[in-house]
């Protein structure tokens, strides 16, 4: 059973920078794509981002490529998201997920581990 716990969300200004971090424990985290997905009020989860486990390939939702990057660090259990540029529609509650496969999709449901979230606000 694998755990993920998020931190770093919070509040800031149009423009301004993040970096969110998900620690795993619980499994051998170089066996498992990491993802991050974000869900704003009243919309469907979406794709943000997924690394495969070797951190080799990298994937990103149209709406952040340029601006976010996603990396991970198999030694300490951890990816990260650098989200730059924050625009108000990035505002969003923020989650990692993990599957114990290669490489795999941006289709949330093919996650099987998730963490509790951390919630990020843009202001205008």
């Known amino acids: 059973q694998v755990q993920l716990v998020e931190s770093g969300g919070g509040l800031v200004q149009a423009g301004a920078s993040l970096r969110l971090s998900c620690a795993a424990s619980g499994g051998t985290f170089s066996n498992y794509v990491a993802g991050w997905f974000r869900q704003a009020p009243g919309k469907e989860r979406e794709f943000v981002a997924r690394?495969?486990?070797?951190?080799?390939?990298?994937a990103y939702a149209d709406s952040v490529k340029g601006r976010f990057t996603i990396s991970r660090d198999n030694a300490k259990n951890t990816v990260y998201l650098q989200m730059n540029s924050l625009k108000p529609e990035d505002t969003a509650v923020y989650y990692c997920?993990?599957?114990?496969?290669?490489?795999?999709?941006?289709?949330?449901?093919?996650?099987?581990?998730w963490g509790q979230g951390t919630q990020v606000t843009v202001s205008s």
């Open positions: 997920a993990v599957d114990q496969t290669p490489w795999g999709s941006p289709n949330s449901n093919e996650y099987n581990y």
């Open positions: 690394i495969s486990w070797g951190g080799g390939r990298t």
